[in-house]
């Protein structure tokens, strides 16, 4: 048994032996095998995975072909493998991987059409004339002019045909003598910029502008040399808001410019002559508007207050009375306060009054009454001229000699008077005190006109005393003067004061130190004739205000917009206008008469007699005091 066991056991370990010394034969490969390649189209170049089975690890034992051409091999795994694009016509082709002597089955794989970049190299020829066609010479443009568009620096050109290797264009019209030649396509600007030069047939010259100031509507003659007739020109007017063009006839050597309806402001003159470089003013010209006026005779919209009444009434329109409008002073809420003068019965001026006017309405009110304006009934409180502070209170000067101003509390229109506690001395020993309007700033503060003693004077907000002194001088006719003040107004950002004196017949702007300079009129009194007809009254010459007859000035408006000084003209009965000239210069600018003259002789003719004071409406209407009435004269509709 025991000897049995054994050769059995002999028997395992000899199989075991042999079985162990026996060589294994290795496994086939497998074919390779393509499921995607990402992307499935492109250009040469680009990097692919090849997705699929039966690839290799090692990039060395693969090989990729994309028809007939190899791709690099970047990386690689048995399910994955990235190559580089190789280089083939635009179209499909198979891609085939092989391992060893196993190769899949192709996988296609679409080349893209190349898009060359379009370029722009030189112009041909580089410098024409305007009109002339010329060629944008590049690459790689196509054959469809769909999308591009050409400018001369901000000016597009005309496009008339477009080929592989060129643009042909229409040279068009610009300002200067050069310009950046601009190729796009789209949106996308095409590289590179061409610089090209035009060419001129003639060479013009511009001479001086014939004048500084000039009304919408007008026309004026500038010499051009080398001009002629029939020359297709075009006039523009170059401001600070931008350009506009402007009516314009050439001739032999002068081009006549119509100047635009509502111009405003300073230009300058540019003009454009085809085949010509642009020409341009020296200098600039101020252009300005004014609209037709009209005074207003009817109940309905004009006067306020029975022309020549001379009684206090209150009422409605023609049926409301003053003894004599003088001041007007235009509320906050748009309503005014009109004061009235005169009527002196046993030394007591029974006309002096303040009321109310709604220019709505047409209805008139008593605010202060001759007895709230009379004391003892021996001394009579004579309020002038007045004005309203940006707080709402009503301020009036009072031509009682002494040092007081009248005041109504916009709080319950109350009146009361209030007395200067330290009175400054005198300039002129030889005249009295003699206030004859007030102005508020922005901070309440008032600024009183003394006439006869050629200053202002300033109250703080709220106080009585007199804080600040401002003698206004000017120099007249060669010589500094002390200006007797007849009326003043702010002007621009309250920086400036404007003052009209009385017996200077000028209107004089002022610094905040009483340094001024005249800014219109000559010293000359406007009169008239024994017949009524007027000798001396004049607007005076465009550009020159210091030429025009200028009388005392009892109401002014400054339009802070555009400079203009609307302002009441007594001695001349009319309602006038200073308009600035070139940089905003009064005396370059122009004095013009909205309505009235001296020798109009009656209120039905539209007489302006016995002016005070001036208000402006946001609307553009102005009110002005007459007489015993109170007056419109507002812009005719256009």
Request: proline fraction near 4%; charge should be negative.
């Amino acid at each position: 048994m025991i000897k049995k066991f054994s050769l059995l056991a002999l028997s395992f370990a000899m199989a075991l032996f042999v079985g162990c010394n026996k060589q294994e034969e290795p496994l086939p490969q497998p074919e390779p095998q393509i499921t995607a390649i990402s992307p499935a189209s492109g250009l040469a170049g680009i990097a692919a995975t090849i997705s699929g089975k039966n690839f290799s690890d090692a990039k060395e034992n693969v090989t990729v072909l994309f028809g007939e051409a190899q791709a690099v091999v970047t990386s690689a795994s048995a399910t994955s493998l990235v190559v580089i694009v190789p280089e083939n016509e635009p179209g499909q082709v198979m891609v085939t991987v092989a391992v060893g002597d196993k190769k899949s089955a192709g996988f296609a794989f679409t080349y893209d059409v190349p898009v060359y970049p379009a370029t722009l190299t030189s112009l041909n020829p580089a410098s024409a004339q305007a009109g002339a066609e010329i060629t944008l010479v590049g690459e790689h443009f196509g054959t469809d002019k769909t999308g591009y568009t050409v400018f001369f620096d901000e000016v597009e050109a005309e496009i008339k045909s477009v080929s592989e290797t060129a643009i042909v264009v229409v040279v068009p019209d610009t300002e200067d003598a050069q310009a950046n030649v601009i190729l796009k396509k789209g949106d996308e600007m095409i590289p590179t910029v061409q610089q090209f030069t035009y060419e001129f047939a003639k060479t013009l010259t511009m001479g001086a502008i014939g004048g500084v100031i000039y009304e919408a509507g007008a026309d004026f003659v500038v010499p051009v040399e080398n001009l002629a007739e029939g020359d297709e020109a075009t006039a523009v007017l170059v401001g600070k808001d931008g350009e506009v063009t402007a009516e314009c006839l050439a001739e032999n050597g002068t081009l006549t410019v119509f100047v635009p309806a509502k111009l405003k402001g300073d230009y300058k003159l540019k003009v454009f002559v085809k085949g010509c470089l642009p020409i341009e003013s020296a200098t600039e010209f101020a252009g300005y508007y004014l609209p037709q006026y009209e005074l207003n005779l009817t109940d309905e919209k004009g006067d306020i207050g029975a022309y020549g009444a001379q009684s206090n009434v209150d009422g409605v329109g023609s049926a409301a009375k003053f003894q004599t409008a003088n001041g007007i002073a235009l509320s906050p809420d748009g309503k005014f306060y009109v004061t009235t003068i005169g009527g002196s019965v046993s030394g007591n001026n029974i006309g002096h009054s303040i009321r109310g006017v709604n220019p709505t309405t047409k209805e008139v009110t008593t605010v202060v009454s001759v007895d709230d304006l009379t004391v003892g009934k021996t001394k009579d409180i004579y309020p002038y001229h007045g004005t309203f502070a940006p707080n709402g209170d009503y301020y009036v000067v009072c031509k009682n000699g002494a040092f007081q101003i009248g005041k109504v509390s916009a709080a319950d229109k109350t009146w009361s008077l209030i007395t200067c506690t330290n009175t400054p001395a005198k300039y002129n020993e030889s005249k009295g005190i003699n206030f004859m309007n007030v102005i508020a700033d922005a901070s309440n503060n008032l600024y009183v006109a003394d006439r006869d003693q050629s200053r202002i004077l300033k109250i703080n907000a709220g106080s009585t005393d007199i804080t600040a002194t401002i003698q206004v001088k000017a120099t007249i006719a060669g010589a500094e003067n002390n200006i007797q003040i007849n009326h003043i107004a702010w002007g621009k950002n309250q920086q400036e004061i404007i003052v009209a004196g009385s017996d200077d017949l000028v209107l004089v702007l002022s610094d905040m130190n009483g340094n001024g300079r005249v800014i219109a009129g000559n010293g000359v009194k406007p009169q008239n004739k024994d017949d009524g007809t007027n000798y001396n009254f004049t607007d005076g010459e465009p550009g020159n205000t210091l030429s025009a007859t200028i009388g005392q000035v009892t109401g002014i408006v400054y339009d802070e917009t555009d400079g203009y000084i609307y302002f009441n003209d007594v001695n001349s009965c009319a309602f006038r206008v200073l308009v600035p000239g070139v940089g905003g210069d009064y005396t370059k600018g122009v004095v013009k008469t909205l309505w009235g003259h001296p020798s109009i002789a009656s209120a039905k003719e539209g007489a302006l007699k016995s002016l005070g004071g001036l208000v402006r409406l946001p609307d553009g209407t102005f009110y002005l005091t007459s007489n015993s009435a109170v007056r419109s004269v507002a812009p005719k509709a256009e």
